[in-house]
Every structure is written in C-alpha cells, then in structure tokens.
C-alpha cells in the first residue's frame, strides 16, 4: 500500500524566514514519481516539481528548493526567504505507474501562513 | 492550449437533486482524474479514465455517484440523488502518460447540497 504523510497540519512564519515542509512516503514499488502541489486561497492546485525515484538530485528553482532522500524515504520543501505570497497549502503526492495502470496518493497538506 | 475546463464553477442544489459536473481535459492527454476535496477527509481520487476507459473507480463513494467519459475531450460526474454531505469541491485533472504523469487540475467546482 502507498501512503504520504505530511505530518505538518499548520506552520505560521514571519515573513524572510525560512520554512520546510515535510513530506514522508511509503511504497514499495521502485519506480514512482512525487511531486508538490500548491493551493493558495484562490483554490487552484498549482504543479510546483516532480521528482522520479531514480533521480534523487536536490533542485532549486528560485527560493524554493527540494530535498529527496530515498535512504528516509522523503521529499521535503524548503522555502527560503517566504513572502506573503507563500501562504497556502501544499501538498505532497506520490505516483504509481506500472503499465498504464496509475496509482495516486496525496498527501493531507500542509497550510503555511507567512505574517508580514 | 486553455487548460482543463470545468463546469459550473459554482453548484447549489437541494438534496435529493441530480448534479452533473462536466469536465474538458488538455487535448493529446490520455489521462483523466476526478477528485473532491473536503475538509474532513482532504484530496481524494474518486476515479480516473486512461483513454476514455474507466480504469479504477474504488475511490467512488457510493453508488449515487457515476462518471463517464464518452469522448477524449469530456467527461462528466453525477450525483444521484444529491445529499448535503457531497458538499465539496471537485476537481478535474488530466495528464500525458507519454510525458511527466504530471497532473494539470482544473479549477474545480465548488458544490454545495443544502
């Protein structure tokens, strides 16, 4: 069975500091694919990365920065220097896809708020 | 290409009503997603489509609730009747097997059963 856990429900941040939202998976297929969602209040859920699990390289893009770690089986979010426009909720999913057949599992989100 | 298109955006039924959510997904994409959101039980996969074939419906709730996908640009998701704890908001997505599996969401439609 697959399960993501963001254990995180709620984290509040002051405005420039720096945040990481977790996000912790469990399958036992080899092959799959994690990404990050983010649902600001608007309500859209916004595509922000997508990781396959033989490429565990961290990447950065912007203030945002993502940290894969196979050995814990992790795929935390950094936000660094978090602004207003950072408040929402991201999610945290992970991808099955085995010949054409999709297993999906997302995370139960994380809300962050950023205070100015 | 405009995105995945839902519609209506907004739904306010009385119980015991028929709701119809519609959805257009990116053309070329061979996947199709519905979720709904609440905040009880958050994002959950009602069912997905791979070319227009319904592939698992296990997260499908109960039998008032029925989708199909007749062509590869719509789909459509029923309630049957409507009940005031389908109230949610329900998202359409679709995605390219061929390409990253990345999921595009629609704007979702906000359903309220009073």
């Known amino acids: 069975a697959q399960k993501v856990t963001q254990a995180q429900t709620e984290i509040s941040v002051v405005e420039k500091e720096d945040v990481t939202l977790d996000c912790v998976y469990e399958?036992?297929?080899?092959?799959?694919?994690l990404f990050w969602y983010k649902q600001p209040p608007s309500g859209e859920l916004v595509f922000l990365i997508r990781?396959?699990?033989?490429?565990?390289q961290n990447e950065i893009s912007g203030r945002y920065s993502w940290n894969f770690q196979k050995s814990t089986s992790s795929f935390n979010f950094t936000i660094t220097a978090s602004q207003v426009v950072d408040s929402a909720v991201y999610f945290c999913a992970l991808i099955l896809n085995s010949g054409g057949y999709q297993k999906v599992t997302f995370g139960t989100g994380t809300k962050l708020q950023v205070i100015p | 290409d405009a995105g995945v298109i839902q519609s209506p955006r907004h739904e306010v039924t009385e119980m015991g009503q028929e709701v119809t959510l519609r959805c257009k997904p990116i053309s070329g994409h061979d996947y199709l997603f519905w979720y709904r959101q609440t905040m009880m039980r958050g994002l959950e996969l009602l069912i997905y489509?791979?070319?227009?074939?319904?592939?698992?419906d296990s997260g499908m709730p109960e039998d008032r609730f029925s989708a199909k996908m007749p062509n590869a640009s719509f789909s459509t998701l029923k309630i049957q009747p409507s009940e005031p704890r389908d109230s949610a908001v329900y998202f359409c997505?679709?995605?390219?097997?061929?390409?990253?599996?990345?999921?595009?969401f629609g704007p979702g439609t906000r359903l309220t059963v009073t």
């Open positions: 399958t036992r297929d080899t092959t799959y694919y």
């Open positions: 990781r396959n699990s033989f490429d565990e």
């Open positions: 997505a679709s995605s390219d097997f061929g390409d990253s599996d990345e999921q595009y």
């Open positions: 489509f791979n070319n227009n074939v319904p592939i698992d």
